[in-house]
C-alpha cells in the first residue's frame, strides 16, 4: 500500500502562481511513476501531469504545458505541481497519484490516490 497526502491548494487570482505537492508513504516511493490529475465539478478527471521514477522525464497535458511543472524528491518521498499563470479553467480538486506505467495519461493506470486539493483561480 502507498498512501498519498496532497497539500498546498487554495485561492490565487487569475495569472498568479501556486505549487501542491504529494507525500507518500507505505511502500517504496521511487518504486513508482506519479501523476496529478484534476477534476472540475461535472467534469471527467483528467491527466495534469507524471514524472517517471527517476524524475528525469516528465509529461504534460497541453492545457497545462508551459505553464506547469511537475518534479519529485525520491529522498523526501514527495512529489510537487508548479503552476504559473493560472486560468479560471485550472479551478478543480488535483489529486496525485501513484502507478507502474511510465508515461501513462490515464487514470486506470495509477493504483494509489490521494484525497484530493482544492484549486480554486478567481477571475
Known amino acids: 500500500q502507498v498512501q498519498l497526502v496532497e497539500s498546498g491548494g487554495g485561492l490565487v487570482q487569475a495569472g498568479g502562481s501556486l505549487s501542491v505537492s504529494c507525500a507518500a508513504s507505505?511502500?517504496?516511493?521511487?518504486?513508482?511513476?506519479m501523476g496529478w490529475f484534476r477534476q472540475a465539478p461535472g467534469k471527467e478527471r483528467e491527466f495534469v501531469a507524471a514524472?517517471?521514477?527517476?524524475?528525469?522525464?516528465?509529461y504534460y497535458a497541453d492545457s497545462v504545458k508551459g505553464r506547469t511543472a511537475i518534479s519529485r524528491d525520491n529522498a523526501k518521498n514527495t512529489v510537487y505541481l508548479e503552476m504559473n499563470s493560472l486560468k479560471p479553467e485550472d479551478t478543480a480538486v488535483y489529486y496525485c497519484?501513484?502507478?507502474?506505467?511510465?508515461?501513462?495519461?490515464?487514470?486506470?493506470?495509477?493504483?494509489?490516490w490521494g484525497q484530493g486539493t482544492q484549486v480554486t483561480v478567481s477571475s
Open positions: 497519484a501513484a502507478g507502474q506505467t511510465d508515461g501513462s495519461r490515464s487514470p486506470a493506470s495509477y493504483e494509489y
Open positions: 507505505g511502500r517504496t516511493f521511487s518504486n513508482y511513476v
Open positions: 514524472i517517471s521514477r527517476s524524475g528525469r522525464v516528465r
